[in-house]
């Protein structure tokens, strides 16, 4: 299954397709659940050392990245009156 980051991957034979950190079996939405209750990503990290730090940071980018993009298409989509 394609993903928009080469370094997510989802597949259907590792834990049903959710999307992980690429040669991994950590979820990415752990990290984002880990961040939502106020935790840093230096906790994320300890509590999974498979995630290179330099990965989740990129993973990080990427989706703040994706989301800016989309909310952009709708505000454009917005008319102004």
Do not use: W
Request: hydrophobic fraction near 45%.
């Amino acid at each position: 299954m394609k993903t928009r980051s080469p370094l997510i991957q989802m597949e259907p034979e590792i834990l049903g397709g959710l999307p992980v950190f690429k040669d991994t079996l950590v979820p990415i939405k752990r990290m984002f659940d880990c961040l939502l209750t106020g935790k840093s990503l230096e906790d994320f990290l300890r509590h999974y050392p498979s995630v290179p730090r330099a990965t989740a940071v990129a993973v990080l980018a990427n989706e703040a990245t994706l989301f800016y993009e989309d909310i952009s298409i709708v505000i454009d989509a917005v008319p102004l009156t």
